[in-house]
């Protein structure tokens, strides 16, 4: 077996935190959500795909009621009636 530079050390005995290396989502971008024009550019887009009714009616009814993604995947044709209870 071939030598290695490695050598043995004896383990730490002081415990060092980790400071965070990576920075706040505020200093990464100035806001958490989209305008309502971005909303509208989106929307457009979505249009121009196969399912284009579907996927910018997904986005519309997401932006007005606040939806999560998660939440917006599992609405059901019986969760809207006349009054679409949302």
Avoid: Y
């Amino acid at each position: 077996m071939a030598k290695t530079r490695l050598k043995l050390v004896s383990p730490a005995t002081i415990k060092r935190t980790v400071t965070p290396t990576r920075r706040p989502n505020r200093g990464l971008r100035p806001r958490e959500h989209l305008t309502e024009r971005e909303v509208e550019k989106l929307i457009q887009a979505a249009k121009g795909n196969r399912w284009g009714q579907r996927d910018s009616t997904m986005l519309l009814v997401a932006f007005r009621h606040g939806l999560r993604a998660s939440e917006l995947c599992g609405l059901l044709i019986r969760h809207c009636t006349d009054r679409c209870e949302l």
